[in-house]
């Protein structure tokens, strides 16, 4: 498996967003997500009652981010540094050639461009600095705004695969084009890659 140190990573800045690396005083913010009915809406998991319940996933995720499992960052203004999701690389295939991406953003910040803004940021991020082949997303058939942010980012529907795990899904890739310059330059290629079944979920429960 290829070397990658998560933790040597720098925060990534955009026009109007930071992108943090998740941290131990994060855990107001994930409890904030993961109980809000909005946010899960389309994620089958079990809503969080008890802020202990964030502290002990913001715990176990960021001793998987120093082992170079996941890289989760949290989305902030950059103006007021007020945080309003998250979005991560996880779920890495065996030759780290392959990375799958996940994010989450409170409802009063949706519809407003953050999170396609924070999105090509992480794409661009793990094809020029994890030098990934492929970037894929898992969402809902029912969950219209992500699959129009998707296809807004180039992603393309992967018609032949299906995630075993969660059927309710649809998978989207984007590959990379190491010739070119990234980002508006990547091409797209169709790609029948198995599934690696595995909760969608970047954050560890």
């Not at 040597?8 to 855990?27: A, F, G, M, P, Q």
């Not at 109980?35 to 996933?57: C, G, H, Q």
């Not at 299906?162 to 990234?182: G, V």
Request: glycine share 2%; aromatic share 10%.
């Amino acid at each position: 498996m290829k070397c990658m140190d998560f933790k040597l990573y720098l925060d990534i800045t955009t026009e109007r967003l930071v992108l943090c690396k998740l941290n131990t005083n994060d855990s107001d913010l994930i409890f904030a997500l993961r109980s809000s009915k909005d946010v899960t809406k389309y994620i089958a998991r079990p809503l969080y009652k008890d802020k202990k319940e964030a502290i002990f996933n913001v715990n176990k995720t960021i001793k998987s981010i120093n082992n170079s499992e996941v890289i989760v960052w949290t989305i902030r203004s950059k103006n007021s540094l007020i945080p309003t999701g998250t979005i991560c690389l996880w779920n890495f295939s065996d030759d780290r050639k392959t990375a799958e991406v996940g994010y989450e953003m409170l409802p009063e910040f949706q519809n407003k461009g953050f999170m396609n803004e924070a999105l090509k940021s992480v794409v661009s991020f793990g094809f020029n600095e994890l030098k990934l082949n492929t970037i894929e997303a898992f969402t809902s058939k029912h969950n219209n705004g992500s699959i129009r942010l998707l296809e807004k980012n180039h992603f393309m529907l992967q018609k032949d695969r299906k995630d075993e795990d969660f059927l309710d899904n649809i998978i989207f890739t984007l590959a990379s084009n190491k010739k070119k310059p990234l980002y508006k330059r990547m091409v797209l290629q169709l790609i029948g890659m198995p599934i690696r079944t595995i909760k969608r979920d970047c954050l560890l429960e």
